[in-house]
C-alpha cells in the first residue's frame, strides 16, 4: 500500500463522516416535534455507547470474574450518580484487586 492511497482512503474515511453529521443538519430545518422521535435521538448515543463498550469490558481482562466485579461496581456507582472519574477509579482499583486474588489461586 502506497502513501497516495493511504492518503486516498483517509480522504473518503473524511468525506463520508462529514457527510454522515452534515446532511442532518441540512436537510432537517424545522423543530422536531414528534415526542417518540425526541426521546428515540436523545438515547442513540447512551446506546451506541452501550453497545461499544459493555462487550469489550469482558474480554479485557484476563479473568472473566474480574471483569465481571469491575462491571457491577460501575453499575452500582455510576446509578448513585459518582463522577467519572470516581467510577473509573473505583473500578479500575476492583478489577485490579479481584484479578490478584484470582491470580493468587
Not at 18 to 23: E, F, V
Not at 28 to 48: D, G, H, R
Amino acid at each position: 500500500m502506497t502513501t497516495h492511497d493511504i492518503i486516498i482512503y483517509c480522504l473518503t474515511m473524511a468525506i463520508v463522516t462529514y457527510l454522515i453529521r452534515m446532511l442532518p443538519l441540512v436537510l432537517i430545518n424545522e423543530k422536531i416535534e414528534n415526542k417518540f422521535v425526541q426521546s428515540f435521538l436523545y438515547y442513540i448515543p447512551y446506546a451506541v455507547l452501550a453497545a461499544m463498550v459493555i462487550p469489550e469490558i469482558f474480554f479485557v481482562t484476563g479473568s472473566y470474574w474480574s471483569a465481571f466485579a469491575g462491571f457491577i461496581v460501575a453499575v452500582i456507582m455510576s446509578y448513585r450518580g459518582r463522577s467519572l472519574i470516581t467510577v473509573a477509579v473505583c473500578t479500575c482499583l476492583c478489577v485490579f484487586a479481584v484479578d490478584s486474588i484470582v491470580n493468587m489461586i
